[in-house]
């Protein structure tokens, strides 16, 4: 245990210099160096900056002579063509350091190298056992909100803000770059002396040594603040000690309410924004629940405060030393509170157990995550811990049960089967692929693994044993390994390296089950086989068919010594991917199923049985294949109906369901009509090819509705590059459809078969990934040609690109270009239309599939219609023009998405705060030979969305309504004028999912 908090930095190196020893003999060739700071600093909210001094005294515990010094700037990441950002041309935020000074204020140089800083000592070395003092001047611009630190008007996140000297230990020293990664620092103490403007409430790593400066009333959602009506000039001074920590971070805001609570001797500290107060109800509790979990759990937290922040960060979570930031965007309380779990997690695995999160960053994070799943199951229940149990209205009927442990499992089987797979063990920068899922999601999943392995009781004795051997202190990968080894007896080394070192898969399948009559009973055969390579402890169960049931486990060969058991088959030998075991039975083995599948991570559930189904989870209107069971198929049925004035109203039934992953998904749907004359079904299907490629999907889908039957199959390539940011689409497929009933049709239709082969690619780039205020292109060449039992011989190609560019708080402006031929016989459904989309793609729409679902009057006039042909939507609206098709289009289009001006004078009215305005003009004509320029027809206008429906008409895959006013037409019919007043709108379909 430590020794009792001190109120100085001196007292502080007394106590840590007592420690020493045991800090040097902690680990053969184990040293850590010893920082004190001493710093006086000032926020400059009208430079969104901090200006400071470090008093630095650096103790040199290495049996080496150091000859220079390394300092992270992690500011500079911001700089204008960093190393983070080449492309970058100008400056967001830097630290920029001013002058480093010895003890006798002799100067030193520096060179820095974008965010590290060299420092060489020349003349003043640092021998083993001899500490330096440094001064260090140094001023840091902030930058906007950011992944980590940053501001947001009056509120500052103020993390990794000054030059923090790079850790030596007995690997030497560790100078990454900061791409992207998080931090690594030297163990100390920490005296900061933190000027604000009056007013303004500091929260930072450590202990408040001058409370007074607070203002009054902080737990008081409404108390009034002087800031915002005098003069900021005048400032405060916070003054905050923090014993034995690697970082100091601060979170300043003139608005904040605070909330404090109580777990034993720790005392828990909420700054909230005062909107948010209601919302984090929950989550002040559970983080309350975590804190108390988390000691009984892994060990005691043996710092006086820790202090959660409600802030602006653009991650979801960051952690620094008695201190984690919650980014304020998070509006489900449910995830505030794992999220608020999550980040105090770290103040075990970081915050105590210090290991370097730029080179090996799972084993904070995969330890936080396996933690956070863990609480979350503890605090809100092993089930549905993860369900929001406020929903109301039709909403609560399309619940479904969620949990954390099944999210975890269901997110890395994603991952794992995506075929974009990275080992774990590698530096952040270094991932080719997902940078996230294999720290977070794969290991917390492996841990799971790990702790079914071995027992709660085992697991949990091994990570105290960590926690009291390296709190503190630097582990290594390693030093995990080694104390779960001592811990449990066991030699786990191919454990680690197998779910570390390798990209790995794990899937095991019962092959073959063959009963023998022996004697008076049976001999058994049991087949089994290791489909992919990770190997891990089976457990299997037998059913007889005497009803019998009996439990075996398939130990690994030699790697568990001191883990056998008397339920205990022969060891599987790891390099052998197929094993048999032959048993003798008193009656015949009716059935063998592998019962942990899940818990081993095997992928997938349809090979882990024998003799008897894989389950089917059946669910009426719950959308459980949202998170779908692990060990078989989930299925959701719904009632359904629908009208078209051909068959009436129809009534049926719709299926939906999915296992892992994208796996085998599949959605159905049967309508029969009262008058008894049609039935309508569909169904498609797909997953992905493994065996060809983790990126091909396979798409069957066969139909029967409004008229037509037919099919289509294809596959489907998706290529995606840098983070989601670029993708390559390849679709290939056939297409089969046969016009039986041209009655149901809105629009001309031929009667007939057409049969169709068809390639499209796609060319999709983003300029920031997963990012919805981003540039992004989108180019889409498809084409499509008669194949043998087409009633029509026509070919021809359709190129469409799209342009998006945001515009900040004014908008977004889109561009499109449509441009197609076809030759040949072309059936009406097929060709253009200058006024809106062909029959073929009106199929799609279930709202314009057939006559009088909407009614047909409005359709005649010109008042509904579905995008795509020419998109002249004002041309509906006269006799003649807007029915024009042709077998060539050329067509331009822009919007302009606008600002809505209504939102501030009716932002308590929903569905004016949800409207969204546009100004749009499109341009097009239809040719047979060769366009000419002067032929183009052209309308202006506006458009209002709206898109925030109630679930209840989504799920009649109804998206929004968006309402158009094409007020101007260049070319309007004889008799009409060109400004006039019309108006149309348009169902968006989405399948309700």
Sequence with gaps: ??????????????????????????????????????????????????????????????????????????????????????????????????????????????????????????????????????????YSKLPPASGRFGYYGDHFDVGNWYPIPAVYDNRGWHVEQHIDGEFYHEWGDYDVRIRVPKDFVVAATGVLQNPEVLPDSLEYTDRYIPYFHGDDSTTVEYHFIAPRVHDFAFCANPEFVVKEFQVDSVTVKYFLQPYSVDD???????????????KEKIGPYPYPEVSVVDGFITAGGIEYPNLVIINDLISQPRYISTTVIHELGHQWFFGLLANNQTRYGWMDESFTSFYEVWATQHIFGPTNNLGHPGSRGAAKWFRFENNAYRDLLLNYFEYALSGKTDPVDLPMNFFQHNRYAPYYDKMAAVLFALRDMLGDSLFTAAIRNYYWKWRFKHPYPEDVMTVFNATTGMELDWFWDEWTRTNWLCDYSVEDVQNTPEGNGYEVKIRLKRQEPIAMPLHLKLTLANGLVRRYRIPIAGMMPRGYRDDDLPAWEIRHREYQTNLSMPSPVRSVEIENARQILDYNSFND?????????????????????????????????????????????????????????????????????????????????????????????????????????????????????????????????????????????????????????QRFWRERAYSANSTWWLVRLTTRAAAPGSDFNYYGMHLKGTYFQPLGYV????????????????????????????????????????????????????????????????????PVQGRLSGNRLLALSGEFALWNPLYYWFSGIPLVRNLNFYLFTHWAQLWQTTPRWNDFVGEAGISVEYDRLPVWLKYFHLDGVRVDFPLWLNKPAEGYSNWAFRWGFQLQFRLFQ
């Design 280 to 294: 984090w109800q929950e989550a002040m509790e559970a983080g309350v629940k975590a804190m108390a979990f988390f």
């Design 1 to 138: 245990m430590p020794g009792r908090w001190v109120q100085n930095g001196s007292g502080s190196l007394v106590l840590f210099l007592l420690l020493l020893p045991g800090v040097l003999l902690a680990a053969e060739g184990y040293f850590q160096q010893y920082v004190r700071y001493q710093m006086d600093a000032e926020l400059i909210p009208a430079e969104t900056a901090v200006e400071g001094t470090e008093t630095l005294h650096y103790v040199n515990n290495s049996p080496d002579t150091l000859r220079e010094l390394f300092f992270h700037l992690y500011f500079n990441k911001f700089v204008a063509h960093s190393y983070r950002y080449p492309d970058m041309d100008y400056t967001r935020a830097y630290t920029e350091v001013n002058s480093i000074l010895l003890q006798d204020s002799t100067e030193l140089d520096f060179e820095e190298d974008n965010t590290l800083m060299w420092v060489p000592l020349e003349d003043t070395l640092i021998a083993p056992g001899d500490t330096l003092t440094l001064t260090i001047d140094f």
């Design 811 to 878: 908008g977004s402006l889109k561009l499109e270009l449509d441009a197609g031929a076809m030759f040949g016989r072309v059936p009406l459904q097929e060709k253009y239309y200058l006024g809106q989309a062909n029959a073929y793609h009106m199929f799609a729409n279930p709202f314009y599939r057939a006559r009088g679902t909407l009614p047909f009057t409005l359709f005649r006039d010109g008042h509904t219609y579905v995008p795509g042909g020419g998109n002249i939507w004002a041309s509906l609206q006269t």
């Design 609 to 761: 049985r024998y003799g008897t189904r894989w389950p089917l989870h059946w669910f009426w209107l719950r959308r459980q294949y949202r998170s779908p069971y692990l060990d078989g198929y989930t299925v959701t049925a719904y009632p359904f109906a629908f009208y078209n004035d051909v068959d009436g109203p129809m009534l049926g039934i719709r299926t939906v369901g999915n296992t892992v992953g994208r796996l085998h998904r599949h959605t159905a749907e049967v309508l029969a009509s009262p008058r008894g004359n049609y039935l309508s079904a569909f169904l498609d299907y797909a997953t992905p090819l493994r065996s060809l490629s983790p990126d091909v999907d396979l798409h069957l889908q066969a139909f029967r509705r409004a008229g037509r039957v037919g099919g289509t199959a294809f596959l489907q390539w998706d290529l995606y590059q840098e983070n989601h940011r670029k993708l390559w689409r390849w679709i290939t497929g056939w297409e089969f459809i046969r016009v039986e009933n041209p009655a149901y049709s809105l629009m001309p239709i031929d009667k007939g078969n057409t049969s169709v082969l068809f390639v499209e690619g």
